[in-house]
């Protein structure tokens, strides 16, 4: 069975300070992981994944993650934040070897950086 | 560039009516989703497609129907609403990789 938790419902930064939102997946086989954010009253938007390859995925605004397959763990970082990056963050799974077709996600964490 | 449209953004339902929520892609995905949204619960998957013709269910699907019949268009149907399907709904779609999510539509079943 695939899953994915985030631990943390809500976490807060001051502007500037590095951040981190933590997310930990199961899946049987291999991972395909995402990291999606979402504005107020908007639709989900693609932050970045991992695939295969370096441990360490760059993506939009700033942000990365460093998958670790022995912590079975995709925490999202960036090292300055910004007021602007305030938002709900979700970090989502798909099982590659089964080839599922469904993308599990977390339960959310909401980012609130501090001016 | 549109992406992926969804319509319409609000509807209020009576308990017993019915609807649909209209979803429509132009990059040529084959992969389309429906999922619900509810505070504090991420986002559950209730139909999906993998091409046209095709439809399988997710997780949450009772309450709901879909059909597949072009590319570009991925319906999603709720007969007999009732006050659980209140929620946010989100139609998404893939070529390979990572999902591109509508805007969302606001469902409040009363």
């Known amino acids: 069975a695939q899953s994915v938790a985030q631990p943390e419902d809500q976490v807060n930064v001051a502007e500037g300070n590095p951040l981190t939102v933590k997310c930990t997946y199961s899946?049987?086989?291999?991972?395909?992981l995402f990291w999606y954010v979402q504005y107020p009253n908007r639709g989900l938007q693609f932050l970045l994944k991992y695939i295969t390859g370096d441990n360490l995925v760059k993506g939009s605004y700033g942000f990365e993650a460093e998958f670790n397959k022995s912590q079975t763990s995709f925490h999202l970082k960036k090292p300055s934040a910004l007021v602007s990056d305030s938002a709900l963050y979700f970090c989502a799974v798909r099982d590659r070897q089964t080839g599922a077709n469904n993308l599990f996600f977390g339960t959310g964490t909401r980012l609130t950086v501090i001016p | 560039n549109a992406g992926v449209t969804q319509t319409p953004k609000f509807r209020i339902l009576k308990i017993g009516q019915s609807m649909t929520l209209q979803c429509a892609q132009d990059m040529n995905h084959n992969y389309m989703y429906w999922y619900r949204q509810d505070p504090g619960m991420g986002l559950k998957l209730i139909y999906y497609s993998v091409g046209a013709g095709i439809t399988d269910k997710g997780e949450v699907p009772n309450g709901y129907n879909v059909s597949r019949s072009t590319t570009e268009d991925f319906p999603l149907r709720l007969e007999l609403a009732a006050p659980s399907q209140t929620s946010v709904y989100f139609c998404?779609?893939?070529?390979?990789?990572?999902?591109?999510f509508g805007e969302g539509s606001r469902l409040t079943v009363l």
């Open positions: 899946v049987s086989g291999n991972p395909y």
């Open positions: 998404a779609s893939r070529l390979t990789g990572e999902l591109f």
